[in-house]
């Protein structure tokens, strides 16, 4: 096999003759020309550059128009090994010829990192190609007898003696199915390395093979020892070869020797691995060769210069929203199937803490798991303000159930010890029942914690019921309304008071009960007097004096007129099937509006999934997510993202 060095880089494409000619009769056009050791012409070749994927037609030739500049690219097509390489573009006619080996041989390194140690003739009615020895593990190879003491003396069976290339993954099979819990047999079964896990335990022909072509070679890092086969010999017996003499023997399978796994495979598995620049509107998106074989690493490109509307490039993320997992720039990572990657930029997030009460009450580690999550991920999120939207606790003010308010106090103090500036809002059940009396929530979080936050600006009276903060993201400050359950005409009156006086800073209202979220024709209305979890129906708030609102009330009175409010978080409606819901509506003035309801407090597995809304210079984004079960909600209406 030849090695070909292009500008650098090692150049794999099978049987390939690859030509990229640059005509001067069309300024800057790059013709890609592919064909096979017999000059045929290859079609159907995607070749990736310059952020773009062309294809090669019938007669084997693919055209892109370029800059001047210098291009890197990939080449790919089913059955073939990938190539990596570049190109300069300079208005000058260029002809890069290269002559590429059409598949493995003996000796090469193959996609888990070990070598290829022989090629099967007949693949094509074996079923497999190649066979791999794995990679020599940090440690060296293990050591270990043939099978574990109890069956030292009994014999598998003809299933596991073959000695022939090709037995040793039937042997392996057999051996385990025999009985055994160690030996090279199980310990082969059980490995796993980039993604494979089809490792098996070599019989003698192939133990043979590696010992030629490999260790003889100096390839492998094999030791100087004996290795076990897995072919039995008799019922105390094995076959081993010795790779310092270099000859094959039977011995009791009491002994200890090596072993080395091995895996057969015939066509490669190639998968994508995509960049996406998610919106950026300076700089240049970075190349990364689009096809790897499986279990081959990766090094993540670096985008400096890459920016979103004055938001700086900080890493690539699973997800276009950034909640997804991080990859930094010049990370490793091994292929498994295909990746798709997002730019993610600098950017804030505030978090919403949804109806706690059923894990107050029933499965304190939900609570515990969102709190925990969001004082260890503060720095990876980029977290600047968390919300709690009612309903800490379950059992309202009732001295029977105090415990309830002191582990929730135990937990938002997790926030405020790690300087996290945080506020609620009470829910129904965080009045006396029936009532508005918070008398037990203000002694729990008195208004003088809240006061000595950084982000507190302001409340209506001397409790903690009605606050409002200001919180600086990405360069804006906003302006967040904290209101209580279907709030007092009085405090309508004062929060648009305050969102008035502060009408240059985009606003976001966080209330307990705004919308309808139940399986029901009214899904994502906002509620009315006949709803079932209407503020003024059965709460005791209707009929007192001061009066309340419901959700139609608020969204007449106080988020309608006032074109600054972009967003309002709210709870309290749901079921045991609905969690989320999710109301788009338009100021007088055009401008949107988003309502966001979560709630699944009702749910029986109790979930404890919980609002993040990422913004950045212009967008937000938001998703809904359970640090306890670890997975976002695939509800279209827990997740987002809107300009504003």
């Known amino acids: 096999m030849t090695l070909i060095t292009y500008q650098g880089a090692r150049v794999l ?12 009769p069309i300024e800057n056009m790059a013709t890609f020309s592919i064909l096979d050791t017999s000059t045929n012409p290859i079609s159907g070749v995607s070749i990736s550059i310059n952020s773009e994927t062309i294809t090669t037609d019938g007669n084997g030739t693919a055209e892109i128009e370029l800059d001047n500049g210098t291009y890197s690219f990939s080449v790919y097509k089913i059955g073939y090994i990938p190539a990596n390489g570049s190109v300069v573009i300079n208005d000058v006619s260029s002809n890069v010829q290269l002559d590429i080996p059409v598949d493995y041989v003996t000796g090469d390194v193959g996609p888990t990192s070990g070598n290829i140690f022989y090629v ?55 051996i385990i199915a025999g009985g055994a819990t160690s030996g090279p047999a199980v310990g082969t079964n059980n490995y796993e390395t980039h993604g494979y ?31 076990w086969s897995s072919a039995e010999n008799n019922s105390t017996e094995a076959w081993r070869r010795s790779f310092s003499g270099g000859y094959e023997t039977s011995r009791t399978k009491s002994t200890g020797y090596l072993y080395r796994a091995v895996r057969r495979f015939s066509e490669l598995d190639y998968y994508k691995v995509s960049l996406d620049g998610n919106g950026f509107t300076v700089g240049t998106l970075p190349t990364c060769h689009k096809y790897f074989v499986k279990g081959s690493s ?56 949804p109806d706690t009460q059923s894990y107050t009450r029933y499965k304190n580690q939900v609570y515990e798991a969102q709190v925990d999550y969001l004082v260890e991920q503060e720095a990876s999120l980029g977290l600047v303000w968390v919300g709690h939207v009612g309903d800490l606790v379950q059992n309202w003010e009732d001295p029977t159930y105090a415990s309830e ?23 129904n059940h965080d009045y006396a029942k029936d009532s508005r009396v918070s008398t037990v929530l203000n002694s729990t979080f008195p208004l003088s914690g809240f006061q000595a936050m950084s982000t507190f ?4 009276d001397t409790k903690s019921d009605n606050t409002y903060h200001i919180v600086p993201i990405r360069g804006t400050d906003w302006l967040i309304m904290n209101l209580e359950y279907g709030p007092r005409e009085d405090v309508v009156n004062w929060a648009n008071t305050i969102i008035q006086n502060n009408s240059n800073k985009p606003c976001i209202v966080m209330t307990h009960a705004l919308l309808v979220c139940q399986d029901v024709p009214r899904l994502n209305e906002f509620l009315i007097s006949s709803d079932n979890h209407a503020p003024s129906n059965g709460y005791g708030l209707g009929s007192v004096p001061e009066g309340c609102s419901n959700g139609i009330d608020m969204w007449d009175d106080l988020i309608y007129p006032n074109n600054n409010v972009k967003l309002v978080i709210c709870g309290h409606d749901g079921d045991s099937t609905t969690g989320s819901a999710l109301n788009i509506e338009s100021h007088a003035d055009g401008s949107p509006v988003y309502n966001v309801l979560s709630n699944f407090q009702y749910w029986s597995n109790y979930p404890g999934y919980m609002l993040l809304f990422r913004i950045d210079s212009s967008t937000i984004s938001f998703t809904t997510y359970s640090p306890y079960l670890d997975e976002f909600s695939d509800d279209d209406l827990s997740k987002g993202s809107f300009n504003f």
Do not use: H, R
Request: charge should be negative; proline fraction near 6%.
């Open 13 to 24: 494409f099978g049987g390939v003759t690859l030509n990229i000619i640059l005509p001067t």
């Open 120 to 174: 099967n003739p007949d693949s094509e009615t074996d079923g497999w190609k190649f066979m791999e020895a794995a990679p020599v593990p940090v440690a060296g190879d293990t050591q270990s007898s043939w099978i574990q003491s109890a069956l030292n003396s009994t014999e598998i069976g003809a299933a596991a003696q073959g000695v022939e290339i090709g037995d040793g993954l039937s042997n392996t099979i057999a």
């Open 197 to 227: 896990d089809d490792w098996f335990c070599p019989s003698p022909g192939e133990l043979t093979k590696m010992y030629t072509e490999l260790y003889e070679n100096g390839l492998g890092n094999f030791s100087a020892a004996s290795y």
């Open 298 to 353: 990766v090094t993540l490109p670096d985008a400096p210069g890459l920016s979103k509307n004055g938001d700086a490039f900080v890493c690539w993320n699973t997800n276009a929203n950034g909640f997804g997992a991080d990859y930094p720039a010049n990370s490793n990572f091994v292929v498994t199937g295909d990746f798709q990657l997002y730019a993610k930029f600098e950017s804030n997030v505030l978090a919403f803490l």
């Open 405 to 427: 308010w002191t582990f929730v106090k135990s937990q938002m103090d997790k926030l405020t010890d790690a300087s996290i500036n945080w506020a609620l809002v009470p829910g």
């Open 457 to 460: 600006e302001g409340s209506y």
